[in-house]
């Protein structure tokens, strides 16, 4: 090291410093950063940072074809892509005017349901390792890998699955695939007493997350804010139920709502609602075998699709939130305009910066957990 | 030096250096080699998507703690940079920064084909294509994205390279250090340069060669102002000097 930079210095006059917080540090979520003023331990000031997994999706998918950018949109969202994939479709769908096969529908439902079961198991361990109980996190990743288990089983890749195409989906169910999530359901079943024990009822854990970062509902609806982080506000609003696509309107589940919207009820609201994806599952291990027929309309060559010209607008329910498509064709082989409507940038930006603002250094990684912003969805 | 140079470099053996001398010393440079490898800190620095397959990796199902090797928060302290995927040019000012504070010797793995040639965004204006273009690589790990399996096993093939005294792509970057910053300036512009002071560790490794210095470090120091740097990070005023 250059040995000037090393001298004494006075301090500012201040007692004000500033702190980079990330992009490389261990309680961030992902390549992200805030920058923070700080007073003591207390923040004064924030900044957040984003950019850092910026790649430009939004112009790489008007330079490939319709079927290439499938293989893309996974990556726009790490820990959760299914819904990329679906929705995507669903946007090319639109403006195909295909009707997509009932059973595909039925297993679409079933990868998004797994992949939020997924994500939100990755997201409370993580809530949990921020406040320093790292068995959460060891038990949410290693319960988590269960599912990938079977996610490769269904689909040939563990994290990105690339299932669906549009029209519908790649491939069956393989034989005993049924029972063996079954059984992986029971598992998870029986292990949520287990995080109750750890996570929800350890002091530790409600004395650091009651009252830590909370949002009213009133500000929760001017922030923009959706999913689970909505609904801990207490306002039940979930795009399954409330304006259905594919086929949740035949199936049977609850939106869970809590009351104060602060890092607590986020998480706890991630927790039922796993308990509601494993519902939907079992629902679907039940009626899927009595849907017959194909799983995937026929398309023209995918390698020369001109997709008719229009606007499509598909919005649906990831685990961090609503997401929404627009995709534009001009009727030519490759989209002419595509744009994402991610749930965390919201999150991850406006409501971040506000709710770090006042609280102290140690809960900024606690609320951007509970808040499950995802760093590449933000920046896309 | 041009861009086409092939990499990984050649580059002469310390150990192999050693065997005509002293016999201890030999001995000690294998035992310090073996030690070194089974007890390596990787830095948590998660640059792209490849970073969600670490946790599996880390964790109860296929833990990397038996091999020795667990997760550590402080590039000081960190022997291995693992970039976990794709990194944009912003990413890669950072990763450059961490790379230089590392101590010696230091590791550099790149998971996910993004770090080999670009992989699905080879064509994004936003994202820096070969990761041995900035920094000496010692190990790919492909695949899109390589799964903890392969992980573990790139992992344990670095282990094997560091115990025979193969893993010496650090001393390459003292060595060539012109070409590495010439592509970093290529990126960064020609102002770039970071607070460490690369020639200075060279001498003091006894790394310094004749491709160390050469028409980029020129411009380094011609744009160098010692104190600017970090001035500018903290955003402070010119520096007062404390009194002493
Ligand atoms: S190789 Fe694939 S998984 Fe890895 S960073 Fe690139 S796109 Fe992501």
Redesign the interface.
């Known amino acids: 090291m250059r040995a000037e930079n090393y001298e004494a210095r006075n301090h500012p006059p201040s007692n004000e410093f500033e702190i980079n917080f990330g992009p490389n540090h261990p309680g961030i979520e992902g390549n992200y950063a805030l920058k923070v003023k700080v007073h003591g331990d207390e923040i004064v000031a924030a900044r957040a940072d984003g950019g850092y997994l910026h790649r430009g999706f939004e112009k790489l998918m008007e330079q490939r074809l319709w079927i290439q950018n499938i293989a893309l949109v996974p990556r726009i969202c790490v820990p959760d892509p299914a819904p990329m994939e679906v929705a995507y479709s669903m946007a090319v769908e639109q403006l195909c005017g295909l009707d997509v096969p009932v059973r595909a529908q039925w297993l679409r439902v079933l990868q998004l349901e797994l992949s939020r079961v997924a994500a939100h198991l990755f997201t409370f361990g993580g809530h949990a390792a921020t406040t320093g109980m790292y068995t959460p996190m060891f038990w949410g990743v290693a319960d988590r890998d269960l599912l990938l288990d079977l996610f490769e089983e269904l689909t040939g890749g563990r994290v990105y699955s690339i299932y669906n195409i549009p029209g519908g989906v790649r491939r069956d169910v393989p034989d005993g695939f049924l029972e063996r999530l079954s059984t992986t359901l029971d598992y998870i079943d029986s292990r949520l007493p287990d995080y109750d024990n750890l996570l929800f009822t350890n002091q530790v854990f409600v004395t650091r997350a009651k009252g830590t970062g909370p949002i009213t509902q009133a500000q929760a609806l001017d922030w923009g804010v959706t999913g689970p982080n909505l609904r801990a506000t207490g306002l039940a609003f979930d795009v399954r139920r409330d304006d259905p696509y594919l086929v949740y309107d035949e199936l049977d589940f609850d939106i869970p709502t809590e009351q104060p919207g602060d890092a607590w009820a986020r998480t706890l609201v991630r927790r039922n609602e796993l308990l509601q994806s494993i519902r939907i599952l079992r629902q679907i291990i039940d009626r899927l075998p009595g849907v017959a027929g194909p799983i995937r309309a026929p398309i023209p060559n995918p390698l020369a699709w001109r997709v008719p010209a229009g606007e499509a607008y598909v919005r649906i329910e990831s685990s961090k939130g609503e997401l929404g498509w627009y995709v534009v064709s001009d009727g030519s082989e490759k989209p002419h305009r595509v744009h994402v409507r991610g749930p965390s940038s919201m999150h991850a930006v406006q409501v971040l910066e506000h709710l770090v603002t006042g609280c102290r250094i140690e809960d900024v990684a606690q609320i951007m957990f509970s808040l499950d912003a995802c760093p590449p969805e933000v920046d896309r | 030096m041009t861009d086409d140079t092939q990499f990984p470099v050649k580059i002469e053996q310390p150990g192999q250096v050693a065997q005509g001398g002293n016999v201890f010393s030999r001995v000690f440079d294998e035992l310090t080699a073996f030690c070194r490898s089974r007890s390596l800190f990787i ?7 490849g ?3 670490l ?2 990796a880390m ?3 296929f833990d990397m703690e038996r091999l020795g090797i667990s ?1 550590m ?1 402080s ?1 000081r302290q960190a022997d291995i940079l693992l970039i976990t995927g ?1 990194v ?1 040019v ?2 890669l000012k ?1 990763v450059m920064l ?1 790379y230089e504070q590392m101590g010696s010797p230091k590791y550099v793995i790149g998971i996910c084909s993004c770090t080999v040639n670009g992989g ?2 080879w ?5 820096a294509k070969k990761l041995n273009d900035y920094m000496p690589v010692d190990l790919y790990i492909a695949g ?2 390589p ?1 903890p399996e392969a992980v573990i096993t790139g992992l344990r093939q670095l282990m094997d390279n560091i115990a025979k005294g193969e893993a010496n792509g650090w001393q390459d970057y003292y060595r060539r250090y012109d070409y590495y910053l010439g592509n970093q300036q290529r990126l960064f512009g020609e102002t770039w340069q970071t ?3 690369v020639i ?1 560790e060279a001498k003091h490794y006894d790394l310094f060669g004749p491709e160390t210095l050469g028409k980029h470090t020129e411009l380094l120091l011609q744009h160098q102002k ?2 600017e740097a ?1 001035e500018m990070r ?3 005023d010119a ?4 009194k002493s």
Do not use: F, N, W
């Open positions: 830095l948590h620095y998660c640059t792209g998507c970073a969600i397959e946790p599996p964790t109860s199902r997760p928060v590039p794709y944009s912003k990413t950072r961490t699905m965004y064509q994004s204006y936003a994202t899109c994205m799964r607070p460490t002071d200075a010692p104190l970090l903290l955003g402070l520096p007062e000097k404390v």
